[in-house]
């Protein structure tokens, strides 16, 4: 296990679309592993291959409820709607507005290669949305309302 480097925006490898994963490999497995331990170190609620340099179709999220993996994932059904402040690790410091549905389901294998569908309403829809434009090289800052605007952060 091992902390990738995060690409920052600018860096063409953020603007190609990725080739789906055909089987697990050991290689696979260890990006995995390095794919969540980069981005809980950076504290970040998901985090997709471009990100880390790597154009395969995989992501992981973690919106507080345990690590998701979702390799080749492809949204089935989205509804509803949500405006709301969105980040990215690939653009410290910076947010913007941007609507996105409120209710995501996605189908993708995990870690296992096998086929999972995963239903998700808020942050984690938000999340599903935003790994998977990543995975065909787009970037929130496309969809942003407005300004992106510094981010600060309060100290407790």
Do not use: W
């Not at 913007?96 to 549905?101: E, K, L």
């Not at 389901?105 to 790994?131: P, S």
């Amino acid at each position: 296990m091992a902390l990738r480097q995060i690409r920052i925006q600018g860096d063409a490898v953020l603007e190609k679309k990725c080739r789906e994963i055909t089987e697990m490999t050991p290689r696979i497995q260890e990006l995995i592993e390095d794919m969540l331990d980069t981005m809980y170190d950076a504290c970040g609620v998901g985090l997709a291959g471009p990100q880390v340099g790597v154009l395969k179709r995989i992501c992981v999220i973690d919106v507080g409820e345990g690590p998701l993996v979702l390799i080749n994932p492809v949204i089935v059904s989205a509804d509803g709607e949500q405006t709301g402040d969105e980040g990215c690790l690939s653009l410290p410091g910076k947010a913007g507005q941007v609507t996105r549905p409120n209710h995501v389901i996605v189908r993708a294998l995990d870690e296992n290669m096998q086929e999972r569908e995963l239903e998700g309403e808020g942050l984690l829809a938000r999340a599903f949305c935003h790994e998977i434009d990543h995975l065909d090289g787009h970037m929130y800052t496309e969809k942003v309302e407005g300004q992106i605007h510094d981010v600060t952060y309060d100290e407790d």
